[in-house]
């Protein structure tokens, strides 16, 4: 379908209203726009949520926040990350909220969605992208378009991601297509619109199967799309492609990754999302 208003106007019939950002997430957001915004009132802001306070913390003290320092507050944890890392680990963490039930397919999707944001984290460092922790929520919600329909389409994005497990030659997109008329980056481009996360990333999300449509920030939704493809690649998620061969990609030639580098941050990924995956996903 050509026309974006009409494909919007078809997604929003099949799935009905987009859940909006959790509230305290949403008032971080709110208050990080402001340059006024002290370390105490994020303080304040994010202490409203004991389990999401807990999930910050924990997040915090992951290896790819707080390598050698033990952060045991919540105002040792803004102070030490900063105010930029704060943000998207807030919204990680008001992110998970959105499962209510982890079973095998949210689970699986959650822990995707989390390796693919440190996986475009760590791609970042190495492309020299400016701001990582964009990359980090570019990757993080990627495939919020699928946690939307699962919450709301269960047992027929349930039935995909069976046939997905079976046969993992089949196109993901294509199925979607078929089953509902749109694709789960096209919603995750809504979701991006109602969340406000801007323009870059609300891209990066629509484009991360085909980045080079990208305009607003191309550098990043290639970083996007070829962290997906690393996390498949790593089998972490629903859909493992452990013979993908990243080199071939047009997103590693774009940001001129040679092999050993892919390698290199394919070996961190699997390494740290592996220790830390209980404190990550949880």
Aim: charged share 25%.
């Amino acid at each position: 379908m050509s026309n974006p208003f009409e494909l919007a106007d078809q997604i929003l019939k099949s799935v009905g209203e987009i859940p909006p950002m959790p509230h305290v997430a949403a008032e971080v957001m709110e208050k990080l726009g402001s340059d006024r915004t002290t370390a105490e009132e994020l303080n304040r802001v994010i202490s409203q949520d004991q389990a999401l306070a807990a999930r910050v913390l924990r997040i915090s003290n992951s290896s790819f926040y707080a390598a050698s320092v033990k952060i045991k507050t919540l105002p040792h944890a803004i102070a030490f990350v900063g105010f930029n890392s704060i943000r998207s680990i807030v919204i990680a963490a008001a992110t998970r909220e959105l499962y209510p039930v982890l079973g095998k397919s949210e689970t699986l999707l959650w822990e995707h969605s989390v390796a693919s944001g440190l996986a475009a984290r760590l791609l970042a460092r190495r492309a020299r992208f400016g701001n990582p922790e964009q990359a980090f929520l570019a990757g993080l919600l990627h495939d919020i378009g699928k946690t939307i329909l699962l919450l709301k389409l269960r047992d027929r994005m349930n039935a995909l991601m069976e046939r997905i497990a079976k046969s993992p030659n089949l196109s993901f997109r294509e199925l979607e297509e078929e089953e509902f008329g749109f694709d789960h980056a096209a919603l995750g481009q809504l979701v991006g619109r109602r969340w406000k996360l801007g323009a870059e990333i609300e891209e990066a999300i629509g484009s991360h199967h085909a980045p080079e449509e990208a305009t607003e920030e191309p550098t990043l939704a290639y970083i996007t799309s070829l962290a997906n493809s690393l996390c498949h690649r790593a089998a972490i998620g629903p859909a493992p492609a452990p013979t993908l061969d990243l080199t071939s990609l047009e997103s590693a030639r774009y940001l001129n990754l040679p092999p050993e580098m892919l390698q290199e941050v394919q070996n961190e990924l699997v390494e740290k999302f592996g220790a830390e995956k209980g404190a990550l996903v949880a």
